[in-house]
């Protein structure tokens, strides 16, 4: 089984920096792929960024994309596995609760991909 735990999230004003972490445990050598989705406040879920094991593959939407840095820190299949979402140049429609989320397949942004959820983080940018 694998276990999600998000940290990082808080306030923050718009056009700054911020940096949310995954942090995976349990059976975390069956994991591929670690995505960051959002929520903000009555919206849909939608897909943030996603990257491989071994960082092979990133992917990013273009809402966030030359704003967001996503890596990974994996140096062994059996130990860490940590994912950073790295946040710049934050603007106030990013407020959202930001959820990591772990596939067995190659890095996607379609949400039914990912079988397992962390419980979130909030994040809210403001002017």
């Known amino acids: 089984q694998v276990r999600l735990d998000e940290s990082g999230g808080g306030m923050v004003q718009s056009g700054g920096s911020q940096v949310l972490a995954c942090e995976a445990s349990g059976n975390i050598a069956s994991i591929s792929t670690i995505g960051w989705f959002r929520q903000g406040p009555g919206k849909e879920r939608e897909f943030v960024a996603a990257i491989s094991r071994k960082e092979k593959v990133v992917k990013y939407s273009d809402a966030v994309k030359d704003r967001f840095t996503i890596s990974r820190d994996n140096p062994l299949p059996s130990a860490v596995d940590t994912t950073y979402l790295q946040m710049n140049n934050l603007k106030c429609e990013d407020t959202a609760i930001y959820y990591c989320?772990?596939?067995?397949?190659?890095?996607?942004?379609?949400?039914?991909?990912?079988?397992?959820w962390g419980q979130g983080t909030q994040v809210a940018a403001s002017s």
């Open positions: 989320a772990a596939s067995f397949f190659s890095p996607t942004d379609t949400a039914d991909s990912y079988r397992i």
